[in-house]
């Protein structure tokens, strides 16, 4: 079966080294963040991030997953296997156009066959999840 993405994209206001602040500041995510909150853990390559995840209609679930990328004012990638034939990969990527006025995407692609049903049966969830994960990152970044 093939990778599902899901993703916001959204113009932001601001520069990238405002956007990066807000995303390396792992313990402030829950002020911009309805999905991920309690983050903890290093941005590195192979660092290890824990979180509270809260999907709509979904109950709280703690996560672990690992940085698989990483590159300042550019994006922060991280994966999760979560259990047998499910895999999340998810992002924030930043596009900078010109300085002061970036695209900003908060994504997750979900791979295997149990990731290929939980998509089909949460799609709408997610979608409008990530949407207020990047409209919420927009604002904060905007804000400051």
């Not at 004012?73 to 991280?78: E, F, G, K, S």
């Not at 296997?81 to 979900?110: D, K, W």
Request: net charge negative.
């Amino acid at each position: 079966m093939d990778d599902t993405r899901i993703e916001k994209r959204v113009g932001v206001q601001a520069t990238s080294d405002r956007i990066w602040d807000l995303i390396a500041d792992l313990s402030g995510w829950s002020a911009w963040n309805p999905v991920d909150t309690d983050v903890e853990g290093a941005i590195a390559y192979g660092g290890r991030l824990t979180m509270t995840e809260a999907w709509p209609d979904m109950p709280e679930r703690q996560a672990l997953a690992q940085v698989v990328e990483w590159q300042p004012r550019m994006r922060l990638v991280w994966a999760e296997r979560r259990g047998f034939l499910f895999q999340s990969l998810r992002y924030i990527q930043i596009e900078e156009l010109a300085p002061g006025n970036c695209i900003l995407t908060v994504g997750i692609r979900l791979s295997g066959l149990r990731g290929e049903l939980f998509h089909d049966k949460h799609r709408p969830a997610i979608k409008a999840a990530l949407e207020r994960a990047g409209e919420g990152l927009k604002a904060a970044a905007e804000a400051g």
